[in-house]
């Protein structure tokens, strides 16, 4: 008997996302960004704020971890373009695990300098709503949210309120999928290749642009390519395509529990061109990004 499909849980999470770094762009795409437009982008920024939204379900030591060292690396950048300014660090996270991974990584960098950290164990509506029964409405210079928008409940009024949060010249930085990414397709045009036990919100640049153009906000894309080597999805039986498989899917053992029609269903889906190119060999997922720089 074929067991059911479900949803991956924590820990089935960690494996199927690390197979994702390990053969994915994904870190080197943020480099590139940081490298290329960061420096331009905080030119005029004294306060940094930081907001990072997952779901109890992603919950991991290993995203913490990538989160955290993102995070870091944007401050480095800050510290070198305003060498000695003090800069006051919030961190907006649900996921003690995640909490405790940047306090660790925090307390094993002794170069930041003139950084201070303040931890909210809260999701990013918890936040809004603590903010709006104090009646403290703080401001901030620089507010990101990085790949965490397919997880908040609302999309238009989280953007709303943190983009509210933004002081005089402040910027808010959204990083999400590109619209040229072989996600963009595989959800606009193969969604009902994807299973059930796949959650959250199907939403690429596109959408979140479309939110600032009715809030009537200025904002910037920087489109960055990356990419995604899925070869292994496509061999029978090897544990590494199974566990990308299952990111794909947000399923446990998708190729192993769901049908065989919906498998060769997203088997092709994932070899469109408009998915997926060839080289050497090797099949390459799109897995761009958009860099959306939101003015206050």
Known sequence: MIPSMRSLTAEEYVEAFKSFLDHSTEHQCMDEFNKEQMPNIVAGITRLCHCMCHKAQHASRLLGDFLAGVD???????????????????IVEPNPQHVAAYKELVNQAPDLQNVSFIWHQLTSLEYEQQVKEKGIHKKFDFIHMIQMLYRVEDIPNTIKFFHSCLDHHGKLLIIILSDSSGWASLWKNYRDCLPATDSGHYIT????????????????????????????????????????????????????????????????????????????????????????????
């Open 205 to 296: 640049c596109s959408g979140i642009t479309d939110v600032l153009q009715r809030l009537g906000v200025e904002h910037r894309v920087y489109e960055f390519p990356s990419g995604w080597d899925i070869t292994e999805c496509f061999v029978e039986g090897d544990a590494v395509g199974g566990r990308m498989m299952d990111f794909l899917t947000g399923t446990k053992n998708f190729l192993g529990t769901a049908p065989p029609a919906l498998r060769r269903r997203l088997q092709e889906a994932l070899c469109q061109p408009e998915c997926s190119s060839t080289r050497d060999g090797r099949v390459i997922f799109s897995n761009n990004l958009s860099m959306i720089v939101v003015e206050s």
């Open 72 to 90: 870091l690396k944007m401050i480095r950048i800050l510290q070198a373009v305003h060498p000695g300014v003090f800069i006051d660090n919030e």
